[in-house]
């Protein structure tokens, strides 16, 4: 493994530990994994960092016998000088290939250049808008939930699955917090207050969300961040019978911390 491979290599690996950590410490690796797979980070960061300083203890490794090799007599250096070809030859047989830095350079370029922002209305489009909650292995259950202060979509959602009559919920108030989604088959006064719920990564996101029947539709921005208070009401979406929140007040509010919900 010659120098300049060496550098590039040590560059490559101690900045994606660097990326790692930035988005630790500023909060925006919410916007990419579940929050309980967070320690797997701390482990990336601490490997990654590893697997640079090693490379750059090989490179003063590699300064230091080539300084003593050019002080030795010509017959001693030239016998050294082929002993570190040998040397050379066996660390970049096993060294890192080309391809494997250059796809651990993809993230690397992607977390530097591209801001940090979790998934809205546009990855909704081509994913589509859930009217059931996600369910997935090992997920917890309404029954196994201890629902503290207002619901949010997901247990909406997972009540409603658990009693498939729109009507049962008729009267019943609802404080939720989503962004602004509007699907093509909504009508010109209904909106979706919407989230994503992730198991693992923003890889299986789904969209979930509750809808919302309001003359103020047309006034509310797609991915901006509301708070909706009222009741819920059997409406239609698309032919089908639905909760549907009837609002007593919407009002802007700020995107949360974590974004995602976990099902």
Known sequence: MNRLETVLKAIVLGGLGLMFYTKISDGTLNFYINQRFAWLSFVAVLILAALALTLVYRL????????????????????????GDHEHDHGHKHGLSWGTVAIMSIPLVLGLFVPARPLGASAVNSRGIGLTAPQHAGSVTQAQRAVTGPKNVLDWLRDFSNN????????????????????????????????????????????????????????????????????????????????????????????????????
């Open 60 to 83: 003063i490794e590699r300064r230091n016998i080539n300084g003593a090799a050019a002080a030795q007599p010509p017959e001693e250096h030239e016998h050294h000088h082929d002993g």
């Open 164 to 263: 498939p009559d729109p009507h049962a919920f008729d009267g019943q108030a609802v404080d939720v917090v989503g962004f602004v989604y509007r699907d093509p088959r909504n009508g010109p006064d209904q909106i979706w207050v919407s989230r994503f719920a992730i198991t693992c990564c923003v890889a299986d996101a789904s969209a979930v969300g509750l809808l919302v029947q309001t003359s103020d539709a047309a006034s509310l921005k797609n991915d901006s961040w509301i708070h909706v208070t009222g009741k819920f009401l059997a409406g239609e979406f698309a032919g089908q019978k639905v909760p549907v929140i009837m609002p007593d007040k919407i009002e802007p509010t700020q995107q949360p911390e974590n974004p995602y919900l976990y099902p």
